[in-house]
C-alpha cells in the first residue's frame, strides 16, 4: 500500500489521476510563491551578513581613530614640544609673552 501511493507520487500519476491538471495556474503560482520566498530569504540573510562586516568595519575604524586621537593630543601638548626639540638639539625658546588677538578696525 505505501509502496504504491510512493511510486503514484514520484511517478506523477497522481497529478493525472486527481484532476490536478486543471489547477496547473495554482501550482505554477505557488511554485513562483516558493521562489519568491527562497529569493527573498537569501537576500535577507546576505544583507544580513553585509551589516555585520560594516558593524565591525566601523567598530575597528572607531578605534584606531581614538587611538589616533589620543596619539595627536598628547604629541601636542607644550611639554612634549619642548622635550622633541631638546632631544633633537634645536635651541627653540618658548616665547616670553603670550599671543595677542589682533583687531582690524575697518574705516
Do not use: C
Amino acid at each position: 500500500m505505501k509502496k504504491e501511493i510512493l511510486e503514484n507520487v514520484l511517478g506523477g500519476q497522481i497529478l493525472a489521476r486527481r484532476g490536478l491538471t486543471k489547477n496547473w495556474k495554482f501550482i505554477i503560482y505557488i511554485f513562483i510563491l516558493v521562489l519568491v520566498y527562497i529569493s527573498i530569504h537569501f537576500w535577507t540573510r546576505n544583507t544580513m551578513q553585509r551589516i555585520a562586516r560594516n558593524e565591525e568595519t566601523l567598530r575597528n575604524l572607531r578605534s584606531e581613530y581614538l587611538g589616533k586621537y589620543t596619539r595627536l593630543l598628547y604629541s601636542g601638548k607644550r611639554g612634549e614640544i619642548e622635550q622633541l626639540l631638546e632631544q633633537n638639539g634645536l635651541e627653540l625658546l618658548p616665547p616670553d609673552t603670550p599671543p595677542t588677538r589682533i583687531n582690524l578696525k575697518e574705516d
